[in-house]
């Protein structure tokens, strides 16, 4: 169950519905509840925010199917059995009379690794290519229906896991020396711009991707 939201210990109107995103049956599942509370609040489901993933780090040539398979379901498929649902929900779900729809909001976070070649991250550098590519995709298509897509490419983000993974002073600052600002991105940084991309001003972006990476893809 969820206890707190980013920034708050004590969220309000908050509800959660379990849902495994790589299974299309559970996906749907989830988004008919979501569907219900929506109806029973008198609320209207208008954004999406693709945040679940995974990412593991071998060499290509001992990267199982297997272990491919754990990158690629949950950082792209994943995210488009999501869409799918979504755009059912947003292009199905009643409004009152004379009352328009919301727009329609998808964004996805990706990650650098959608622009340049990680070493010892194959499966998940295509992955989150295949997002970004997907999030293209929908935005081409939807776009007509009121709903952008987009991504956020962020570099290391400092979240607690993010801290963890980069806990050696020496691996860290040979990182950060690669990224032109000279350290990592931390979490405020990234649900800033996502919070403008789902926002009413950035209706006229659409098929876009941020990156949030100090500047370690433009090199």
Known sequence: MLTSTFGN????????????????ASVKTAFTSINDYAKSTGTFPSILINAAGYV????????SADEATKNILPNLL??????????????THPTPPDTPKPPGRILSISSQAAHVALDGHAAYCASKAGLNALTRSIALE????????????????????????W??????????????????????????????LVSDAAGM?????LRIDGGFTIR
Request: charged share 20%; with cysteine.
């Open 78 to 91: 994943g995210p488009l059995l999501c869409a799918q649902a979504f755009h059912k929900l947003y292009t």
């Open 205 to 209: 972006v659409n098929g876009a991707d």
């Open 9 to 24: 210990t004590s969220p309000e109107r908050v509800t959660t519905v379990e849902c495994d995103i790589t299974d299309e």
């Open 142 to 165: 939807w776009g007509p229906l009121g709903i952008t897509a987009n991504t956020v490419s962020p570099t290391v983000v400092l979240t607690e896991l993010g801290k963890k993974a």
């Open 56 to 63: 593991s780090v071998q060499p290509l040539a001992e990267t």
């Open 167 to 196: 806990a050696d002073p020496e691996k860290r600052s040979a990182m950060e020396s690669m990224i032109p600002v000279g350290r990592f991105a931390v979490p405020e940084e990234v649900s800033g711009a996502v919070e403008y």
